[in-house]
């Protein structure tokens, strides 16, 4: 009997659901796919595994008939055999992921940090010209979140002229530095 009309043969008697079919399945294809496994794996013991495993999918699929042209039983347990390999060596060589700290992102590109400091200078050097009276509405409002009514108690102001004084300071500052 050639290899093609063994391949036919113990494909359809597996179907049929011969048992002595799926040992004689492992006697031959077994040795080859455990070599296969060794070569790629490296690891002895996870080869055998895996060649169970191949032989256990194999022998699922033959069983439900899912093999088209029997004819191709090497080619088709050789290719279960190299799916499972790859995915086994895919979890072997995964890389654990860590999450990236917020500050870890900021200081990773020290041009970026540079212009930003930098950025930084000058719009403190900006505020610095106006009035001591609307950088303290510009601190209140936008570092410590203070509601307008609040910094106008605070200056002994109206609402409307510390709303106007922060207004013309914002807009001093976009004109000067586009968006703030």
Not at 56 to 66: I, N, P, Q, S, V
Not at 71 to 92: T, V
Not at 131 to 145: A, E, H, M, T
């Amino acid at each position: 009997m050639d290899a093609i009309s063994t391949a036919v043969s113990l494909a359809e008697r597996i179907k049929a659901g011969d048992s002595a079919a799926e040992g004689e399945l492992f006697s031959t294809y077994g040795r080859g796919i455990l070599a296969l496994a060794r070569v790629r794996i490296r690891n002895f013991e996870a080869a055998k595994d895996l060649t169970q495993d191949v032989f256990t999918a194999a022998l699922k699929e033959l069983r439900a008939g899912k093999l088209r042209e029997c004819e191709k039983l090497s080619a088709y347990i050789a290719g279960i055999a190299h799916n499972l390999i790859n995915n086994f060596l895919k979890k072997q060589f995964k890389r654990p992921e860590c999450p990236l700290d917020e500050t870890e992102l900021a200081t990773s590109n020290p041009v970026h940090e540079h212009e930003s400091a930098d950025h930084r200078r000058q719009v403190r050097r900006e505020i610095g010209t106006l009035r001591i009276v609307d950088q303290k509405i510009l601190l209140w409002s936008f570092v410590d979140g203070l509601p307008l009514a609040e910094i106008a108690a605070r200056l002994g102001m109206s609402h409307n002229s510390v709303r106007t004084r922060k207004s013309r300071a914002v807009r001093k500052l976009k004109k000067k530095f586009g968006r703030v």
